[in-house]
């Protein structure tokens, strides 16, 4: 865990300002188009073009023996010099989507080139007569007010895409999927709505040198069956230090998987390497008592926390947080077996919001396929004062180097789901937090826990099977009592307790808050008769 460092905080927030803020904007940009088709029941068949992902792993292997290029100006400067609302008026004509003509269950619709995406994507199809390049034209945009149509380049390409599949009826094609910007891409599972994001790789988040931002050059669409329930994607990656191949094959649903394979080949060797890189936004919820803005919404957050599946068979939740300044903790064990940023408060009062609607948003986990060996989930937490930028970032960081002529590969499987029909265990969960000063250098910590055998325990236990709170910590604390007890409206139990810093002088306790900030690290569950019959609850206190 690192200690309040505003220089660090300034710099890793600028570093991601121009991320941040083109992920934020695909929010705004849910556009899907109607057709009637047949019921899609069947699987996607085998191509018998000569194309596959060792054809990418080659191409990623020779482009990573170059040095690198960065694609400067490949995008006019009338186009990257546009607003917001100007990008936003062009529009992908939806007749023109990719396969809609052929009446296929999936298709594709582009995104134009502008504002921050102003690198080139090279989009090219796989189908039975072969690979060929799908070319960029004007005529396949409708650009509003604007009269770019004339002052586009002779050879152009596309920001990005989205698929389009009938996740919620029959008669409608959602939009499921979108690939935008640097190696963002993001999903939805049935009756959802866009929040968090995955991103193909992250390189060196948190450091003070910054991070590398890598990118999707080149994709190949597979042309999907008939009766395709999947579509088959490959991808060109490039960054500094690196380049690799990715294989993605997404399976729409009521919970929507992405499978993931890549293979990384280095140019030099990276310091920090963020494999199943997630992004979020949290702002606050029911922790913060006295909420950071005046403002009717109880809760604003994509995600509200992260939950860890260790080999030992513990499950560790650890809430989100808005820190005063960046914070990162890292979670280290010798195999991984599963992660993911959730949103767990699917109560639509505990957010009030009708236009973002923050209880559709979904939940993604992630699964690795093999042993991806020791490591770590880092969990970065970057302040924020409003909720347009993500600030939370979550990866898995292998312990094993990643350098030149050592190629690596890694493969995972991504779920996009609501937590309603989803849990990764069946033990009792934590559904709320919440905290309180209660007097000099000490807070009150309520934690709600719910579900599995919690659910079904009666109010009042035999003498010789009582629940007991088991809590520990990691700092300068100490518990000074502790309470738990049936919480009947939540059909759960409550553990309260309250911590007290230990410690301080009486001249710490005059200096100016946040000049001798101090974060005690706790965790707790509950156990009966030596059985854990919950999650484990983390939590950073700071004073």
Known sequence: ??????????????????MIMMRRLLLLLIMASSICFPTVVAAQKPKTVSFGFENVEQMARGLASRPFKMNENEVPAFLREINYDRW????????????????????????????????????????????????????????????FAGKIPGKFGFAGFRLHYPINRNDY?????VFLGASYFRAVGKQQGFGLSARGLAIDSGLDSGEEFPYFKKFWLVKPDAGAN????????????????????????????????????????????????LTSMYF????TNIPPVDDFRPEIHDSDGLLLAYPSGEFVWRPLVNFKSLFINAFVMPKILG?????????????????????????AWITPIGDWGPG??????????????????????????????????????????????????????????????????????????????????????????????????QGEGEIIESQLYPNVPANGWRLVFVVQRKGRSTLEKMMPAGDNQTSIEMRAHIQQAGQVLTESWSYAIQF
């Open 230 to 277: 999947t579509v088959t994607l490959y991808a060109i990656l490039d960054s500094m230090s690196l380049a690799g191949a990715y294989k993605f094959v997404v399976e729409p649903g009521m919970s929507s998987q992405i499978e993931v394979t890549m293979t990384l080949f280095a140019r030099k060797a990276v310091q920090k390497l963020g494999l199943a890189a």
């Open 376 to 473: 770590r989930v880092e969990l970065i937490q970057i302040p924020t004062k409003n909720e347009k930028n993500d600030n939370i970032v979550a990866f898995w960081s292998p312990a094993q180097e990643l350098t030149p002529n050592r190629p690596q590969m890694y493969r995972y499987r991504m779920s996009w789901f609501s937590s309603e029909n989803g849990r990764q265990h069946a033990l009792g969960y934590v559904v709320a937090t919440r905290t309180a000063a209660v007097g000099d250098d000490k807070r009150k910590v309520v934690i709600d826990f719910t579900g599995g055998r919690l659910s079904t325990l009666p109010t009042v236990l035999p003498a010789d099977a009582p629940l007991e709170p088991v809590i520990s910590m």
């Open 88 to 147: 936003r008026d062009i529009r992908f004509k939806t007749g023109n989507s990719l396969w809609r003509a052929e009446n296929l269950p999936f298709e594709v619709q582009f995104f134009h080139p502008g504002l921050f995406y102003d690198r080139l994507v090279e989009i090219n199809v796989i189908d039975d007569n072969g690979v060929h390049p799908y070319p960029y034209s004007p005529d396949l945009f409708d650009f509003g007010n604007s009269d």
């Open 339 to 363: 992660f993911g940023l959730l949103q767990r408060d699917l109560n639509f009062d505990h957010y009030q919001d009708l236009e973002a609607r923050y209880e559709n948003r979904p939940s």
């Open 173 to 177: 094609r959602d939009e499921v999927a």
């Open 1 to 18: 865990m690192r200690k309040k460092n505003p220089s660090i905080e300034n710099r890793h927030a600028k570093a991601h300002l121009r």
């Open 284 to 287: 606050y919820d029911e922790s």
